[in-house]
């Protein structure tokens, strides 16, 4: 064999234990830290959520980053919501909230700046689904602490996050075309939810509680509004009628059930292709033996860029988790008096909400995996000349090993930002019935396909003839 052959060989196998060794420390980094999320969701899917919440704040050093401190206030704040410690999962929802504010007004701020930099690399700011539901959330342990007042100012800021959901992505796009690095105009997409029928619930039941039934009878019109004018997010029938607005003679026992768990963020994966002042983006999938198949491809203008280059990136998407829930049955002492039904889909709500950042996502990763992959490309070719010039294959080595490290920092630093949020609700189911008033034993019953799934008692619950009658279920699956 001469000596071209064995030059060759050994760059393969020193390519191969650069590219295998980088790849076995990333993923051991990661199982690591998935194994731990899955000791907590099994203990939440199973009702544990004091043992969830345990295994969640002994291992926050290892469970979140640095720039994960959002992610980490709104798991503890769920899971204790669950747990029914209400007093802490408020404090660590204000917590949340405080950050999501500070870190998204710091992008705004930063944008023009930070054009290149992964959002890997930035402080996680929420997504906007997180940001709106962490005030129901408060809104319902404000109630159960028995304070109204604060549970209306959750409400109310509900309705206001939703007024100016599109506003901020605005102002955001428009930093980010003042970017030098900035090629192609930046514009958000749409979002078509404004108006929850959840919160609006809320609030219906709160003014009823205080005998206000004209206040009620305009939350009812907003709940009928938000059905009517937004049917691609409530593809279901409205569980009430008029007599929600209206007093009875006896008492009403309202329930509320949170089921399944909201999206997660899968990679997808794309290459770009560049023509001269245009590029192409492939989506491709991976068919019979790990050959990729193009499923789609899209192209626009994109001035200055050379032809020729070939790049791969990730984006985040939305991928729904749902709920093996197929029905909800509350007993009253031992007796079923009716079922639950849909009243907000989360889930649905969670990716509608993300299409309006997914267009800037999408433009700012595509113009930075180009800008860093022809640098990277011009800086690979330097290494490989250097080698070739060198005249001897130690120094061949070292010229294919730094490309390939090349290779592999470009592909870890357009990773997808995967970052959200785990224990959040895929559904709101709602229901009420009139009682006398009294003291009543209270379970809800969860069905799925092969029957019953789990019971969870309430205990004792007193309805009067006045106030509130509010109970909340939880099933984590």
């Known amino acids: 064999m001469g000596r071209e ?22 993923s051991s980094c990661v199982t690591t830290r998935n194994e731990q999320f899955l000791i907590i969701d099994e203990a939440a899917r199973q009702g544990n959520f004091d043992t969830a919440v345990t295994a969640l704040e002994e291992n926050t050093d290892s469970l979140y980053g640095k720039r994960d401190g959002v992610l980490y206030y709104l798991d503890s704040g ?38 290149l930099l992964n959002d ?16 129901v959330f408060k809104a319902i342990a404000f109630l159960e602490r028995g304070e109204a007042s604060s549970a209306f100012v959750e409400v109310r800021r509900i309705n206001d996050k939703l007024n100016l959901l599109e506003d901020k992505y605005q102002g955001l796009a428009a930093r980010y075309n003042q970017a030098d690095d ?15 029928a959840l919160a609006r619930y809320l609030s219906l039941l709160m003014y009823r509680a205080d ?4 206040s009620a009878r305009i939350d009812w019109e907003q709940m009928q509004q938000a059905y009517q004018r937004q049917s691609n997010l409530y593809p279901f029938p409205l569980p009430f009628d008029d007599s929600v607005m209206r007093p009875v003679d006896d008492g009403r026992l309202s329930v509320l059930s949170f089921v399944g768990e909201a ?7 794309l290459y770009v292709v560049t023509f001269d002042n245009s590029v192409q983006i492939i989506y491709a999938g991976e068919g019979d033996e790990g050959v990729l198949i193009p499923e789609g491809y899209a192209s626009f203008y994109y001035p200055g860029v050379q032809g020729g280059f070939r790049f791969k990136f990730q984006l985040p998407r939305m991928e729904p988790r749902g709920s093996e829930v197929s029905r909800i049955r509350v007993v009253v002492d031992g007796s079923p008096i009716g079922e639950l039904s849909l009243l907000e889909d989360v889930e649905r709500i969670a990716m509608d909400t993300f299409s309006i950042k997914e267009p800037i996502i999408f433009l700012k990763t595509v113009t930075r995996t180009i800008v860093k992959g022809i640098v990277a490309q011009q800086g690979k070719a330097q290494m490989q000349q250097a080698g070739e010039d060198s005249g001897n294959v130690f120094g061949l080595v070292a010229g294919l090993v730094g490309s390939v490290a090349t290779d592999v920092a470009v592909d870890a630093s357009e990773q997808a930002d995967l970052r959200v949020s785990r224990y959040f609700p895929a559904y709101a189911y709602a229901g009420e019935w009139e009682l006398a008033p009294g003291t009543y034993s209270v379970a809800v019953e969860y069905f799925g396909s092969g029957g019953l799934l789990r019971v969870e008692d309430l205990g004792s619950v007193t309805v009067g003839a006045e106030g509130l009658n509010l109970v909340s279920s939880f099933y984590n699956n």
């Open 182 to 196: 900035a090629v192609v105009d930046m514009k958000p997409g749409t979002s078509r939810f404004y108006n929850s």
């Open 78 to 115: 769920m899971l204790h919501f669950y747990n029914r410690d209400y007093q802490t999962s408020i404090q660590r929802f204000e917590e949340a909230e405080r950050l999501i504010e500070e870190y998204f007004t710091s992008s705004v701020s930063q944008a023009a700046a930070s054009f």
């Open 120 to 135: 890997n690399q930035i402080n996680y700011a929420g997504e906007d689904f997180e940001d709106i539901y962490l005030n």
């Open 211 to 214: 005998g206000n039934y004209d």
């Open 263 to 269: 999206p997660l963020k899968r990679a997808e994966t």
């Open 5 to 26: 052959g064995i030059d060759h060989r050994k760059c393969r196998q020193w390519r191969c234990a650069v590219v295998v060794g980088v790849f076995l420390v990333l």
